[in-house]
């Protein structure tokens, strides 16, 4: 079941929790991908990996009116949402995709969807994060706007009880496909941007493009919640396949939160 939450626009859209979206629309719609060396063609083919309610998907449709959005999320409640955001102009699927096709079991947070993971070991961390977020711990400005904004840092002062609500999970088992076979399906012959943002999987996600497929992504945007020195080591795999890699600062990193993005260029 969806509910609606309001965009900055004054635009309604559908989620699974309102408060998750202000913290995303703000990560989202404010990271200036241009300043990064990415272009966006109006036209353009768009790969959203870990799309969750499809945020990302929307703002590719503000900005490039003729583009084709694939989306793919495999948490049932949030890709109800994205379904139902997409229709009538992108491509929505319900599972995730990996280095074979299969199934997985996540790690499900229905109170913050964004944080599901099929990397138990990468969604502790990130609680634990957030957690030191929520108690006080030193953030970045604009976090700390969202929290004001949102109330949770204060709830979570007068309730000790609210954070273990809120981090509380279930398992769920989902279809893995992988990005060779969508490349495939869909006879893509050109993919102008890749974003993945998995949460602890993106090397898998990687991992599931042949050979001959590498060629046809000109960018990437990838989300890295493995810290830096692994974001590093990702930028690095990714100059020996042709693209020029930048790594971005990710504003929950400031907190110990260890999230980075690469935005990777072929020349």
């Known amino acids: ?35 990064h060396g990415i272009d966006l063609p109006a036209d353009g083919v768009f790969l959203d990996v870990g799309a969750n309610i499809g945020l990302f998907s929307l703002h590719l449709k503000d900005v490039c009116p003729g583009a084709r959005v694939f989306a793919y999320e495999p948490m049932p409640e949030a890709y109800a949402a994205l379904e139902k955001n997409l229709t009538g102009w992108g491509r929505a699927f319900a599972f995730g995709l ?6 997985a079991e996540f790690e499900y947070f229905p109170r913050i969807t964004a944080l599901s993971s099929c990397h138990g070991a990468v969604s502790a961390e990130m609680v634990r994060g957030l957690k030191r977020m929520l108690a006080g711990a030193p953030v ?4 700390a706007e969202i929290l004001d904004k ?13 954070v273990e609500h809120l981090f509380e999970t279930c398992k769920v088992e989902a279809t893995i496909d992988t990005l060779a076979n969508q490349i495939r399906q869909h006879g893509l012959e050109q993919i102008d941007l890749l974003k993945v943002d998995t949460e602890g999987a993106e090397k898998e996600v990687l991992a599931g493009l042949g050979v001959d497929d590498w060629p046809r992504i000109r960018q990437m945007v990838v989300e890295v919640h493995l810290g830096r020195e692994e974001s590093e080591l990702m930028a690095l795999q990714l100059q020996g396949r042709g693209f020029r890699t930048q790594i971005g600062h990710h504003p929950l990193s400031d907190s110990g939160v260890p999230v980075f993005h690469i935005y990777a260029k072929r020349d």
Request: charged content about 25%; some cysteine; overall charge negative.
């Open 1 to 35: 079941m969806t509910t609606l939450a309001t965009l900055p626009d004054g635009r309604q859209i559908h989620c699974v929790n309102t408060y998750e979206v202000d913290f995303s629309v703000h990560e989202i719609f404010n990271d200036d991908l241009v300043r």
């Open 140 to 143: 970045d400005a604009e976090v």
């Open 150 to 162: 949102t109330g949770a840092a204060e709830t979570a002062a007068a309730d000790p009880a609210f």
């Open 98 to 103: 990996g280095a074979k096709p299969g199934k």
